[in-house]
């Protein structure tokens, strides 16, 4: 045949009685909600798995004879209702804030704008690279179903982030696929007109047009950026093709259009948020647009910036310096250009936000967000100290451990994680338990009420679709490879056990940098070959991970893990799994034993699959890094304490000892004692007390309520607060900071009095210390007494603050005189401290000022 060919796709029309099916495909509810992905497996079990779990693909495949036949079918038709009903409950109870959100929240309303480079709710809608997309999907889902007034904001990527396959030798193929847009779960946004909605992003000598995709995440909204519109120059319409992919230029032009573009954006669609969180500094550019719309409001800068930040939130979620993006300072200066002319700024001032000791002159989107945010936080309590100690710059005089920087353990939504045997189990004997997620004696009697052998049956029974799953995963790989048919058999007989001789399954899936230590349990294969291989007790290791495309020394742990893994003794033992999703991942947490994680302290700013692994029962074999130094409990898995050795070297191997110690002295062992019964009562008590610990504390839920009480409603009510009277108190706040600037290298403090070594209990310490104020006033400062009472171990206490309050002093030098009396008695010790105190400010240290005495 000659001549051109075309296309035509033909879709099977819904048939009235299934009509409402289009809406249960078009809201990512289905992301977590099991009963409707259940629905549409159950139309077409094959096509389903055919189009990667995805509803409105699947709607465009199915048959019209098969629509038909369910049409007619009276079981299906009442499974459609139920769900159905299970949808429009889920939208009518969320369209107000729960009552959890109500009890936070009070009085105060408004609307949080979330911005993030990735969100990672389901396979079907792939623009996300790993944890931090992850987190934020589960973020939205919690806001979701809390009710919360929330909207979200992103980018358009066409291509996404890559897939990957794994080639015989052990190199990773990235695969950057384009979407077709009608194949997502996304609607085009039109303005009034119904012509799509447009906006601008200045950039250097041009307008960069965007427009504006919608996915319904429950009750509300993301807004996905893309700059693929004709108006736009072909470079400028792939600004938003990959996720991660490009240059320095092309990945703050991304972020010019993430941050500028999303505050547009909201702008254009009439939404007036009350709190911004910038998750992780690639938004943080949305704080420059606020500002400029303040100054063009007619605001000077520093009180429009003041004003911005203290609506503002900041999460940061990496030590790790690759994840923190530092522009050249020509090329900040080449795209900050238009902003600093549009804010009558000298360039040179807009570029100071970015810039600091520690990077020259480069431009870094962490310490721009740092300085434009008044409400910031770590994603752990380890995590905290380190991200304290490395932004310290910030607060200069404050102790770290007293830096306002906050932590938010994060938490996963247990309903999208939770395999779907468990949701079933729970729904069955325990209705109600979505709500009551948080409930830790509600976990726990439950959990510790289900009988060892009906826990162990379903156990095994999540294991073995696990296992089947990733066989069948495998098999494609190896096939793909050009492995024979009757090679892949022997390789993966392991994975289609008889009932009782399963081995028990490790995992280590997540992304391969190098800090995670992938191959850590390769320092010494012997041993390790040794614990896979024992007939009684038969160990199988599952790896699953991507490495960033330009990430050399990680693909490089690939293709050592693949090599091991073709190894004689390694060959049907060890596996490395390619394309880690979202789908691969909610199968590897539902059925592994053992989920290990072995990165370099503290590097794990949290971590969040070990979580997810033990709430469905697994135990966690870690390193006390992230969440994991919160959650180990001592029967509820296993943990590692990290060396603190200055070589790496060394350290790496005193670990990697320690580990596979454990494994065969401990956990193996325990796996595998199962006497007459067929499984072991001390292996599943602590399973147990996985889920009962861990499900009811890092949870999204929990992790939400954190966030609104901690972070969105103070910095709802600050932002209020300073813009007020249009914005006159954060320009007092501004003008007060300046003068306390100027003055505080001058002052000074000194003891007026002689030192008292010993008074009785009751009495007053005499403290007397002259401040030099250097024309500040006596209340600008707050004088603190840190005491610490030594008990008789020789341990301390933890410190209190007794305050100081002023007299009249003469000359701009005022006393400051201790006045309370001090009850306990025991051996103290005491410092005296200042540093500026002002109503307004959002937290006592906020201006980094402090001197001791
Ligand atoms: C949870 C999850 C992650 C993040 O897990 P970490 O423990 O932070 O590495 C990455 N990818 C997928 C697919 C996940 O489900």
């Given at each position: 045949m000659s001549g051109q060919k075309y296309v035509l796709e033909v879709q099977a029309r819904l048939p009235d009685a299934l009509s409402e099916l289009k809406a249960l495909s078009e809201n990512l509810l289905y992301a977590w909600d099991r009963h409707i992905r259940g629905l549409f497996w159950r139309m077409d079990t094959a096509l389903w798995e055919r189009c990667g779990h995805n509803p409105k693909v699947f709607?465009?495949?199915?048959?019209?004879?098969?629509?038909?036949?369910?049409?007619?079918?009276?079981?299906?038709?009442?499974?459609?209702?139920?769900?159905?009903?299970?949808?429009?409950?889920?939208?009518?109870?969320?369209?107000?804030?729960?009552?959890?959100?109500?009890?936070?929240?009070?009085?105060?309303?408004?609307?949080?704008?979330?911005?993030?480079?990735?969100?990672?709710?389901?396979?079907?809608?792939?623009?996300y690279s790993g944890g931090l997309g992850i987190l934020a999907g589960d973020h939205c889902k919690a806001a979701s179903g809390l009710g919360l007034p929330f909207v979200a904001v992103g980018l358009m990527y066409r291509q996404g982030y890559?897939?990957?396959?794994?080639?015989?030798?052990?190199?990773?193929?990235?695969?950057?696929?384009?979407?077709?847009?009608?194949?997502?779960?996304?609607?085009?946004?039109?303005?009034?007109?119904?012509?799509?909605?447009?906006?601008?992003?200045?950039?250097?000598?041009?307008?960069?047009?965007?427009?504006?995709?919608?996915?319904?995440?429950?009750?509300?909204?993301?807004?996905?950026?893309?700059t693929d519109v004709a108006d736009n120059a072909r470079s400028d319409c792939s600004i938003t093709f990959q996720l991660y992919g490009g240059d320095r230029r092309r990945r703050i032009e991304q972020e010019l259009i993430l941050g500028v573009g999303g505050v547009r954006a909201l702008r254009a669609l009439g939404l007036k948020p009350s709190v911004w969180h910038v998750n992780e500094g690639h938004a943080a550019f949305l704080m420059i647009e606020r500002c400029r719309e303040a100054i063009e409001a007619g605001m000077r800068f520093e009180a429009a910036m003041e004003q911005v930040?203290?609506?503002?939130?900041?999460?940061?979620?990496?030590?790790?310096?690759?994840?923190?993006?530092?522009?050249?300072?020509?090329?900040?200066?080449?795209?900050?250009?238009?902003?600093?002319?549009?804010?009558?700024?000298?360039?040179?001032?807009?570029?100071?936000?970015?810039?600091?000791?520690?990077?020259?002159?480069?431009?870094?989107?962490?310490?721009?967000?740092?300085?434009?945010?008044r409400y910031q936080n770590a994603v752990s309590r380890i995590h905290r100290g380190v991200t304290a100690g490395m932004e310290s710059h910030i607060w200069p005089q404050v102790p770290v451990d007293e830096s306002p920087l906050q932590y938010v353990t994060n938490g996963v939504h247990v309903q999208t994680f939770l395999s779907r045997q468990w949701s079933y189990f729970f729904d069955m004997h325990a209705p109600g338990w979505r709500v009551r997620q948080c409930d830790h004696h509600f976990w726990r009697n439950l959990v510790e009420s289900i009988p060892d052998q009906q826990f162990w049956l379903q156990r095994m029974s999540i294991k073995a679709d696990m296992l089947d799953y990733v066989a069948r995963c495998l098999t494609r790989q190896y096939r793909r490879q050009g492995v024979g048919d009757a090679h892949i058999e022997r390789r993966l007989a392991v994975l289609r056990p008889t009932f009782g001789r399963d081995p028990m399954v490790m995992v280590f899936a997540r992304r391969f940098a190098t800090y995670k230590r992938a191959t850590l349990l390769l320092r010494d294969p012997d041993r390790l070959a040794?614990?896979?291989?024992?007939?009684?007790?038969?160990?199988?290791?599952?790896?699953?991970?991507?490495?960033?495309?330009?990430?050399?020394?990680?693909?490089?742990?690939?293709?050592?893990?693949?090599?091991?893994?073709?190894?004689?003794?390694?060959?049907?033992r060890l596996f490395v799994l390619e394309d880690y999703d979202l789908a691969l991942g909610r199968q590897l947490v539902a059925g592994a034993d053992v989920w290990l994680n072995t990165p370099l302290y503290p590097m794990e700013a949290c971590g969040t699959s070990g979580q997810k692994a033990a709430l469905n029962g697994a135990l966690n074999v870690s390193v006390l890094d992230g969440w994991w130094g919160e959650g180990f409990q001592g029967d509820n898995g296993w943990g590692i304490t990290p060396y603190s050795h200055s070589d790496p070297d060394r350290r790496d191997?005193?670990?990697?000892?320690?580990?596979?110690?454990?494994?065969?002295?401990?956990?193996?062992?325990?796996?595998?004692?199962?006497?007459?019964?067929?499984?072991?009562?001390?292996?599943?008590?602590?399973?147990?007390?996985?889920?009962?610990?861990?499900?009811?504390?890092?949870?999204?839920?929990?992790?939400?309520?954190?966030?609104?009480?901690?972070?969105?409603?103070?910095?709802?009510?600050?932002?209020?607060?300073?813009?007020?009277?249009?914005?006159?108190?954060?320009?007092?706040?501004?003008?007060?900071?300046q003068r306390v600037a100027q003055a505080w290298p001058g002052v000074t403090l000194s003891r007026s009095n002689g030192r008292a070594e010993q008074i009785d209990s009751g009495?007053?310490?005499?403290?007397?210390?002259?401040?030099?104020?250097?024309?500040?006033?006596?209340?600008?400062?707050?004088?603190?007494?840190?005491?610490?009472?030594?008990?008789?171990d020789g341990e301390t206490e933890s410190a209190i603050c007794c305050r100081l309050v002023p007299e009249n002093g003469d000359n701009g030098t005022a006393i400051y005189r201790l006045a309370e009396p001090i009850e306990v008695p025991g051996l103290y010790e005491y410092q005296v401290r200042a540093y500026p105190c002002h109503p307004m400010l959002a937290h006592p240290f906020e201006t980094g000022l402090m001197r001791w005495l």
């Open positions: 709607l465009r495949r199915i048959s019209q004879e098969r629509l038909a036949e369910l049409a007619g079918n009276a079981a299906f038709l009442e499974e459609y209702q139920y769900v159905l009903g299970l949808f429009r409950t889920y939208r009518d109870q969320t369209r107000t804030p729960s009552a959890l959100v109500a009890e936070k929240m009070g009085a105060e309303d408004g609307l949080i704008a979330y911005f993030c480079a990735e969100y990672g709710l389901h396979e079907s809608l792939p623009i890559f897939r990957q396959q794994i080639e015989r030798d052990g190199t990773q193929n990235a695969i950057f696929q384009p979407h077709d847009l009608r194949d997502l779960p996304i609607m085009r946004v039109d303005g009034d007109d119904g012509e799509p909605l447009q906006i601008t992003v200045p950039f250097p000598d041009r307008e960069v047009a965007v427009q504006i995709w919608k996915a319904e995440i429950g009750h509300l909204a993301l807004y996905l950026l893309d930040a203290g609506a503002t939130v900041f999460t940061t979620h990496t030590p790790v310096a690759a994840g923190h993006d530092v522009f050249e300072p020509d090329l900040a200066a080449t795209y900050l250009g238009p902003y600093a002319r549009a804010m009558n700024l000298d360039l040179d001032e807009l570029l100071a936000l970015g810039q600091s000791e520690q990077n020259d002159a480069a431009f870094n989107m962490t310490t721009l967000a740092l300085r434009t945010s040794a614990l896979l291989n024992d007939a009684e007790r038969p160990v199988i290791l599952l790896f699953a991970g991507k490495a960033h495309p330009a990430d050399e020394p990680g693909q490089a742990l690939i293709r050592t893990l693949v090599e091991y893994s073709r190894k004689p003794q390694f060959a049907g191997h005193y670990e990697a000892e320690d580990l596979l110690d454990l494994l065969e002295d401990e956990v193996v062992p325990l796996y595998f004692n199962r006497g007459d019964l067929g499984y072991s009562p001390g292996w599943i008590a602590r399973a147990k007390a996985a889920i009962y610990t861990v499900l009811p504390r890092f949870n999204a839920q929990r992790m939400l309520l954190d966030y609104i009480e901690n972070l969105y409603l103070p910095a709802t009510r600050h932002g209020r607060r300073l813009a007020e009277d249009d914005g006159q108190p954060a320009a007092d706040l501004v003008a007060w900071k009495d007053t310490l005499e403290l007397h210390v002259a401040v030099e104020l250097q024309g500040l006033g006596a209340d600008d400062l707050q004088l603190e007494c840190v005491m610490t009472r030594v008990r008789d």
